[in-house]
């Protein structure tokens, strides 16, 4: 399959001097990163279908907690501060 692509000139750049840095030709760096870039996409939606997998189990054991004890373990855990997370919840 061909496909033809018109990269702004700043990313043409990118890609030739990453090209250069490798020694490879340009459209082997390009195509290397759209596979990485499609690869990556899927490994997230796999990830993510997992986690939901994972927590729908849980509350299915029963193990759930309310909004207001997840945001207070979420200052706890990162530092927020008390008026986290705002006037949005």
Sequence with gaps: MSITIDLPPEVE??????AARENK???????????????SEARERAEVIE?????DAAAA?????SLD?????????HGLAASWPGKAR
């Design 13 to 18: 750049v990118h890609l030739r001097e990453k």
């Design 25 to 39: 030709p340009a459209e082997v760096i390009a195509l290397n990163a759209v596979i990485e870039a499609l690869l």
């Design 51 to 55: 986690a939901v997998r994972r927590s």
């Design 61 to 65: 054991r029963g193990k759930v907690r």
């Design 69 to 77: 004890a997840f945001v207070a373990h979420q200052r706890a855990k």
